[in-house]
């Protein structure tokens, strides 16, 4: 039996880009076809894939050409961010250039604009970054390596913002903010609360809701829940696969008529 698909917006007839999104799937190299044959039965229900960043376990470049043969030629554009795990070992330009030899776009602070039943859909992706949230994050004061902490979130919600507002005034009819960091506390319910401010900010969030979007895709918290909100009222989904419990998630974004 097919999974239920979340919608957007309840209701209505009109043209939908299907979205296909996974994060957090830490190929290895025992991993080769894992997800080759869920990944096949993409151009028959989505429109685009993307992946939320924790691609690999150790960010090596061997783990990177395993996940690039799981989604080469998959038949949909695929879109990405990198994660935590993927900087691992300090290789992400190799990883990202493996990656992008097999046809993925992978973004950080940059944007992807595919045309997609005759409108345009853009991507804005960054990584992003910890610091908590509303009322318990960390803030730039003190000692040079909490500034420089904070201001690594800051530079990626800043990069998220303008990359947002060039889609707007590029005419995309969608707006799709990706991350792997969350953006809101909602999605992280079920990790402990200990842990938040190392899951994400509320920057990326402040960033979403400035610039516009009409979903956000995050990933990294593998308790965590997959449905939450902005205060601006984006919709928000963590995309991990220990959350959504299959190879990829399906949202439908309707376009306007």
């Not at 990933?219 to 997959?226: K, M, R």
Request: contains cysteine; hydrophobic residues 45%.
């Amino acid at each position: 039996m097919s999974a239920p698909v979340d919608r957007a917006e309840p209701g209505g007839s009109g043209p939908v880009v299907r979205v296909a999104a996974v994060g957090d799937i830490h190929l290895g190299p025992d991993s080769r076809g894992l997800l080759r044959p869920s990944f096949a039965t993409l151009p028959d229900r989505a429109d685009l894939l993307l992946l939320a960043g924790d691609l690999t376990r150790h960010g090596t470049v061997v783990e990177a050409e395993v996940v690039a043969g799981e989604v080469a030629d998959v038949g949909v554009p695929v879109v990405a961010v990198l994660g935590n795990h993927d900087h691992h070992s300090e290789e992400e330009a190799a990883v990202s250039r493996v990656l992008e030899g097999a046809g993925v776009a992978v973004l950080e602070g940059a944007t992807a604009v595919l045309s997609l039943h005759g409108e345009r859909t853009g991507v804005a992706g960054t990584k992003g970054f910890c610091g908590g949230f509303a009322g318990r994050s960390a803030g730039e004061f003190g000692e040079r390596e909490m500034k420089d902490f904070v201001r690594v979130t800051r530079r990626s919600a800043e990069a998220l913002r303008r990359s947002l507002t060039e889609l707007a005034d590029d005419g995309c009819a969608l707006r799709i903010a990706l991350t792997h960091f969350a953006p809101v506390p909602d999605t992280l319910a079920g990790e402990p609360r200990e842990i938040y401010p190392f899951l994400g900010s509320y920057l990326l969030a402040e960033a979403m809701d400035e610039a516009g979007a009409d979903l956000a895709v995050h990933g990294h918290a593998h308790l965590g829940t997959e449905h939450g909100m902005t205060a601006g009222g984006i919709r928000v989904r963590n995309v991990a696969q220990p959350v959504i419990g299959k190879a990829y998630a399906l949202y439908h974004l309707p376009l306007a008529a």
